[in-house]
């Protein structure tokens, strides 16, 4: 082999080791910043809007029940949840030991137990045990599975009915929110809440509002209390320290009824350990029905299960500190789990809507299939027993997914304006108050949604016409009724999408009267509108 031979092999080698060396780099590298988050299709997401830390998968370990034997041949079933009076059921379960009388032991790990770091489960931490099948259920909310995609919903919970709150100073309506600092727990529900108030205005949370994340609810009233922030997002009872600084109510899940828990269910346990799941559904409503039927009884058992400076339900007040975590929060029986999941679409619709808010927000949600999320097969089967009826009403008993609002004996003079709708410019069929199909779509889009999820708002629908110049002119009556027609027609179409009729106040106006007996096609144009205004009869 002659030497220039020789000097060119040598070159493409040192080359390929160069190249080698690159590769093995990346790869070190990447095994030390963490993989890229994983994404429904089996690809990566290497979008750098929201970094995913890695998750820890090793679990703290769970605690049992007062009669758990390891050595019985008894299964066991694992479910996380945060403190939270309706998630207190697990803890009832145990002590009642409807867990053992269904044929498995409930281990419970509880979030953030008594400050112990062992228990500071991260979000993230959260889902990634789930997911990977290490745990069979988690107890959270119906927009952390729309945006996560960790398991599947097999069971209602409860609908938060006043529980999660949005406070601020000088801010009378959503509107008002645009240029505001907003401060929340971050990868909270409190976070959700703020995003999906956003929309209603269709304010964006990247470029109208300034976000102030914080690791908790407590961290966010305290810079909204230093003047940090103007809005803070959150749930009670930390919420309400937002008074100290003059904060005031704003919203609520009393009005909005966006807040759902959901029992999520591992994926895994469906498909290996299905009869288990099933025990477990069933042993959930035995206990609610025991809980309705003796409430001091539960709470009592709930107070005993130890950890009281975490639960806030103590021996000697148990029934008044569990009634008092219960007021603001629907709690769904089994009939309300029975009605929702043999008619499926409004759950699948309000994953569908978390699913656009998260995105709106650059979250990054899970692409796949919603309508995979929810698996109604527990909750049917526990409905066929009649031992797990309840005979009895929770504490409150508003849960409202398919509920109506009678609100017909509240007068628009009492009602306080929440939010003005922007869309307001509605085109009408020719000499017609008759929608247009585009105008039925901005409706869709628009007030459905917000409607559908929030039994605690009503409505103002007021209609506006042109006062075009007509010989002999028009009159005052006639002007009204147009516009009042037009106004009719935008709450008939909503009727029609399901909205209670009771939950419309529908007013008229006329065009001021420098607009009035004009050929102006601009100011006619500027005079035709129906102008939508969410409103609350108090907060």
């Not at 605690?456 to 209609?463: A, D, E, I, P, T």
Request: proline share 5%; hydrophobic share 40%.
């Amino acid at each position: 082999m002659d030497r220039t031979r020789i000097i060119f092999v040598a070159i493409i080698g040192l080359t390929l080791i160069g190249i080698c060396g690159v590769i093995a780099y990346n790869l070190v590298n990447d095994r030390i910043v963490g993989d890229p988050t994983p994404v429904a299709d089996g690809s990566t997401n290497t979008s750098t809007t929201r970094p995913t830390p890695s998750a820890n998968l090793q679990s703290p370990e769970p605690i049992w029940g007062p009669n758990y034997d390891a050595n019985d041949g008894k299964p066991t079933y694992i479910c996380g949840a945060d403190a939270f009076g309706s998630y207190f059921t697990l803890q009832q379960m145990q002590m009642s030991g409807k867990d053992l009388a269904h044929g498995f032991h409930l281990g419970i790990v509880p979030f953030s137990l008594n400050e112990d770091p062992a228990y500071d489960v991260s979000e993230e931490q959260r889902t990634a045990l789930l997911n990977a099948g290490l745990w069979d259920c988690l107890l959270t909310t119906l927009d952390s599975v729309a945006l996560s995609s960790p398991g599947v919903i097999t069971a209602i919970v409860d609908e938060s009915a006043g529980a999660d709150q949005l406070w601020g100073r000088d801010v009378p309506t959503i509107n008002d929110l645009k240029g505001k600092r907003i401060a929340f727990s971050r990868n909270s529900v409190g976070e959700y809440f703020v995003y999906y108030a956003l929309s209603i205005a269709q304010l964006s949370p990247r470029s109208d509002v300034t976000l102030a994340p914080q690791d908790s609810v407590a961290d966010a009233v305290a810079i909204f209390n230093n003047g940090q922030a103007d809005v803070v997002s959150g749930w009670e009872p930390d919420i309400y320290d937002a008074e100290q600084s003059g904060g005031t109510p704003l919203l609520s899940s009393a009005q909005l009824r966006i807040v759902i828990d959901v029992i999520v269910t591992s994926r895994q346990s469906i498909s290996n350990r299905a009869d288990l799941a099933q025990n477990f559904h069933n042993a959930w409503f035995d206990t609610l029905k025991a809980q309705v039927q003796d409430f001091d009884t539960a709470a009592a058992q709930i107070a005993a299960w130890g950890n009281n400076d975490w639960s806030f339900v103590y021996p000697e007040s148990a029934s008044d500190d569990f009634r008092a975590w219960l007021e603001n929060v629907a709690q769904a029986d089994l009939g309300d789990n029975a009605f929702v999941m043999r008619d499926m679409r409004p759950i699948i619709n309000r994953l569908q809507i978390a699913r656009r808010v998260w995105a709106a927000s650059d979250a990054n949600p899970a692409d796949d299939n919603v309508e995979d999320l929810v698996n109604a097969g527990f909750v049917l089967r526990a409905a066929e027993q009649a031992s797990l009826q309840p005979n009895g009403k929770p504490v409150n008993d508003t849960f409202s997914i398919s509920g109506q609002l009678d609100l017909s004996g509240v007068a628009s003079g009492a009602a306080a304006t929440l939010a003005v709708l922007p869309c307001r410019t509605f085109s009408f069929l020719p000499e017609s108050t008759e929608l247009t199909l585009e105008s039925r779509r901005i409706l869709d889009s628009c007030v459905v949604p917000t409607l559908s999820q929030s039994v605690g708002l009503f409505l103002r629908v007021k209609g506006s016409s042109a006062w075009p110049a007509a010989t002999p002119s028009w009159t005052e009556q006639d002007i009204l009724e147009v516009a009042e027609g037009r106004a009719q027609s935008v709450v008939d179409y909503l009727v029609s999408q399901g909205i209670d009729p009771a939950r419309f106040i529908v007013e008229a106006t006329l065009p001021p009267a420098a607009n009035r007996n004009t050929d102006d096609a601009n100011i006619q144009a500027a005079d035709r509108y129906v102008e939508l205004t969410l409103v609350t009869s108090g907060r």
